[in-house]
Every structure is written in structure tokens, then in C-alpha cells.
């Protein structure tokens, strides 16, 4: 089998690529540079990225390597007061990653491509700048210039991760719809210590409101960070005038450096489609999003966990190409509009205004969800519904991630939701399993059923090994399911369906899904 050609090798590159490895598919992972990034560019990584890190097996080595922190602080600046944080503590029983985490880009890039390491030579190739590409009736070609000259490669599809500048949106012709504004944001990295010498006890992820200039205040494992908005025609600063920015933000410090700058224009633009037959767009080549509130990295991320399982059904011959479009249809309405909803919450959050920010209106507990990105919810069945804001708590629909809560097994063992969806879709069947309910053979690839009771599977009902146990009916009572239930649960965590015992043709659902009749 030919493999899956990735082009671009930035977070959202590498995450698609560590996406294959965990489902088995050969790739080979493309980048034009002689190495990964050194630019201290996105610095904040959210709960439902961490919860792909998890899946694709990286969670722990950049955990390791990571600031956690369970408040996202609202600073009044001209006042120095606190206004109502946002608390991830508020999370615990949604994800096993209550918390978000500070880690710069380029300490990120190299743990993610340390998840690569282990494969065969060649499977990761720097220094490989993409020249043009074709695409034939059973793959893509496509030709990079190479320290060794001109190479040419061929694979089954390509995706394409190769930013905002893409080579491959380009020369598909595919137009970029939106706006580049005209404002530009600074981002200083500052080595000061705010921590002994001068302490402040700022949240690690601090956002000073205020009209005149709003900052944000980022604690890296290393260093501090500010963001600010540079005023229309205004130069970059020089190193004398940041520290002495700094200063006015944070007071007198006994010693400050500034070790880094990057400065960028905010956009909001949204390629018109994409996907174009075997080729697809994905991150910055399909979106580009303003930073505010860590959108940009972290809306790529929900593309590298969106398209890989469908890839990987596909190619296993376990779906129709047809399963290939619901990455579009799903993701595109997320990029284009919802996290516009959320920059411009933002920025009315951050300049003072506090009217018309949906984004931010809810309850304590829906607030943390929408900040974490654990809000998503994707229009899986065609009704038009999705969102990435949470405005209050309730039973959950179809589209929407499900918690990822505990359960126990017949054998005794702990096993999470989202552990049960790692590469299978997964039917629930909520009843109770004393009456020996009759469960559908695990006969179709890819799909797996389970009963879902409070009380535990006697040993002799026959059911045990596809038992699990909800104590106290946790799960059922969280996700606002009644008795005799089935939820259908997708390997990307979203729920496929909810549908009365006693009217689900799982299987046929789960093979119009596929696309085989």
C-alpha cells in the first residue's frame, strides 16, 4: 500500500503524523527545513489538544516537559483587580487533564518528533521542499528538492500542513476567504523573576483588560512571555523600550532581560474547500486564526484529530471514500465561524467590553469548557448544529464530546471512554444487564458494543467480558441518557448517536456512516 504523504512538519504536521503511526497507517512526513522550529511562536496548549497528545501517546513527555495550571486569570490592568478566572478545577469529572499548559512551540515541536523516532529511516524527511505534485486515479505524486536533488515520491493521499503560505493550496488554485487585519501583535519572551525576587503571584495565564492596551501574561517553563497589540504604523520596539514596556506592566523588577520577539498580523482567513480529490487541506494551509485565547495551534490540532481515523478506515478497506468528506463538512463550520464567535469574545473581553460575548456568558463549569476547547461539538449527522461554546450544563447531543469518564470491566480494571474509542466505534448499550439484554456479535470492523449498568454482569449471564459497570449510574446521569439507551460513540470521541434500546439498528447506522450499504 502506498503511503500517506504529509507535507509540512510544524505541530499540526507532526500530530497528523503521530495520528498514523497509532492507527497503523504508513506515511511519510515531509519538511522543507534543516530542522524543526526555533520560533517561540503559540505558548498555550488546551485540554482537548492534551487529549490527542493521550491518544498519539506523546501526553507524558510533554506533560513532562510543560507548566500545568488550573486558572486562566482576568486582570482589570489599570486597577490591577481580579475579575472572575476561569477554573479548570471545574473539569475534573469531564477529562483526565483538568488543567491547560503552558509550553512554547519550539520546545513542543521536538517531543512531538521524538513520538517519531522509533520508525524506519525515511519515514521522517527534512530538508525536503515541495516542487509541484500530481494527483493520478489511485495516488498523488509528488516531486521536493532534496540536498541530492530532485526527488519524487508517490503515495495514496496527501495532506497538507505546510502553513499559511501553502504550496499546496496554491497550486490547487483553492481561494482563501476573510480578512488580514491591520493590527500586529508582539510577542516578548522576558527572563525576570517574578516568582521570589519580585513576586506578583499572577496567574500563569494572566489577561489584563483594558481599552488603551490590553496584554497577556504567559509563565513558560523557562521564562515569561507577553503579548500586546502594536498600534497601526507603530515600529517594533527595541530591547531598552520592552523592558521599560514590561515595567509598566509588571512594575519595578530587581533585573529583566528580553530574550526573544516575534512580532505577526492577525488574521482570520478560511480556505473555500478543503479537500481536492486525494489531497487535503489541514492547520494553517486550511485556516489561519488569530492567537487570542490559543485558537490558532489548537483549532489545528481538532483537524489532525478529525481526518486521521477516516484515513485509516479507508485505507483499511473498512469505509467508502465517501467517509473522506465528513472532514470538511465538520471541521470547516469550526474554523470559519466558531472560532471567530470566540476572537471576537475575546477581544471585547480584552478591550474592556463586556456585552455580546456569548462565548463567555455561561456558568463557571461552561465557561471551562469552552476555554479548554472540551466544548466542541461537531455536526456529525447533518442537522447543522455544532459549536465550540458552552453557555450552561446539561445532557449531552448528538455531535458533542463525551466526557471522558470512568467505567470498570468484567475482568475488574479501570478503563476510561476515551480509551474504549481509541481506533473503534463504540455502541453503549445503557440497560440493565440482570436481564440479560442481547447484544449485537462484534461481527464489523471497527465497531465494538458494550452493556453500560449500575449493576455488575453475573458471571454466569454470559456477558461479562462485554460488561461494563457504572457505578451509581455516573455516566448515565452525566450524559442525561434514560434506561434503555444506546449511544454511539466515534473514534474521535464524538457522539454519533443516541437512539432507544428498542428502535437501534446499530449496524446499519454504523454502516451508512462507513458508507456500505
Not at 186 to 209: G, Q
Not at 222 to 250: Q, Y
Request: with cysteine; charged share 25%.
Amino acid at each position: 500500500m502506498k503511503p500517506v504523504l504529509v507535507v509540512g512538519a510544524g505541530p499540526v504536521g507532526l500530530m497528523t503524523a503521530l495520528a498514523l503511526k497509532f492507527y497503523g497507517i504508513d506515511f511519510r512526513l515531509f519538511e522543507e527545513d534543516r530542522e524543526f522550529s526555533s520560533d517561540t511562536k503559540a505558548g498555550t496548549i488546551l485540554t482537548r489538544t492534551i487529549e490527542a497528545f493521550r491518544r498519539y501517546r506523546v501526553d507524558r513527555a510533554v506533560l513532562a516537559r510543560a507548566l500545568r495550571l488550573d486558572e486562566i486569570g482576568d486582570i482589570e490592568r489599570a486597577t490591577n483587580t481580579r475579575r472572575a478566572s476561569v477554573m479548570t478545577e471545574h473539569l475534573v469529572d469531564e477529562t483526565r487533564f483538568p488543567f491547560v499548559i503552558n509550553l512554547p512551540q519550539h520546545h513542543l515541536e521536538p517531543v512531538l518528533a521524538d513520538g517519531l523516532s522509533d520508525l524506519p529511516e525515511g519515514a521522517v524527511n527534512l530538508r525536503h521542499k515541495l516542487l509541484s505534485f500530481a494527483q493520478t486515479d489511485d495516488g498523488v505524486v509528488a516531486r521536493f528538492e532534496t540536498p541530492d536533488g530532485v526527488r519524487e515520491v508517490e503515495g495514496s493521499h496527501l495532506i497538507a500542513c505546510d502553513g499559511g503560505r501553502s504550496t499546496v493550496r496554491s497550486q490547487l488554485g483553492i481561494a482563501v476567504d476573510g480578512t488580514s487585519l491591520d493590527v500586529r501583535y508582539m510577542l516578548v519572551d522576558i527572563k525576570v523573576d517574578l516568582d521570589a525576587a519580585n513576586p506578583r503571584d499572577y496567574p500563569y495565564l494572566a489577561y489584563f483588560a483594558d481599552p488603551a492596551e490590553w496584554m497577556v501574561l504567559v509563565r513558560q517553563p523557562h521564562c515569561w512571555r507577553f503579548l500586546f497589540p502594536l498600534a497601526p504604523g507603530v515600529e517594533e520596539a527595541t530591547p531598552a523600550e520592552l523592558e521599560a514596556k514590561a515595567r509598566h506592566f509588571i512594575g519595578e523588577v530587581n533585573a529583566l532581560e528580553v530574550i526573544n520577539t516575534v512580532t505577526y498580523r492577525v488574521h482570520h482567513r478560511i480556505a473555500s474547500t478543503w479537500r481536492n480529490g486525494r489531497v487535503f487541506l489541514a492547520g494553517d494551509a486550511a485556516h489561519l486564526i488569530t492567537p487570542m485565547w490559543a485558537l490558532g495551534l489548537n483549532t489545528g490540532v481538532l483537524d489532525a484529530i478529525n481526518l486521521p481515523w477516516r484515513l485509516a478506515w479507508v485505507l483499511r478497506g473498512w469505509a467508502a471514500d465517501s467517509l473522506l468528506d465528513g472532514y470538511e463538512h465538520e471541521q470547516r463550520p469550526l474554523a470559519a465561524h466558531g472560532s471567530g464567535e470566540m476572537a471576537e469574545a475575546a477581544r471585547k473581553l480584552m478591550g474592556g467590553e463586556n456585552d455580546g460575548a456569548r462565548a463567555m456568558s455561561g456558568s463557571a463549569w461552561a465557561n471551562a469548557m469552552t476555554r479548554s476547547l472540551l466544548g466542541v461539538s461537531l455536526d456529525v449527522d447533518g442537522s447543522g448544529q455544532w459549536s465550540l461554546v458552552k453557555t450552561e450544563r446539561g445532557a449531552v447531543r448528538v455531535g458533542d464530546r463525551v466526557p471522558d469518564m470512568p467505567l470498570f470491566e468484567g475482568r475488574g480494571g479501570r478503563v476510561y471512554l476515551h480509551d474504549l474509542c481509541d481506533d473503534s466505534f463504540v455502541a453503549l448499550y445503557f440497560t440493565d444487564v440482570r436481564r440479560r439484554p442481547v447484544l449485537p456479535p462484534d461481527d464489523l470492523p471497527g465497531l465494538r458494543s458494550y452493556v453500560v449498568s449500575r449493576w455488575d454482569a453475573p458471571l454466569d449471564s454470559g456477558l461479562r467480558e462485554r460488561a461494563l459497570l457504572d457505578i451509581g449510574n455516573r455516566l448515565r446521569e452525566r450524559l442525561g441518557c434514560g434506561d434503555d439507551t444506546v449511544v454511539l460513540l466515534r473514534p474521535d470521541d464524538h457522539i454519533a448517536a443516541i437512539l432507544p434500546l428498542g428502535h437501534a439498528d446499530i449496524a446499519g447506522l454504523y454502516n451508512r456512516i462507513r458508507g456500505h450499504a
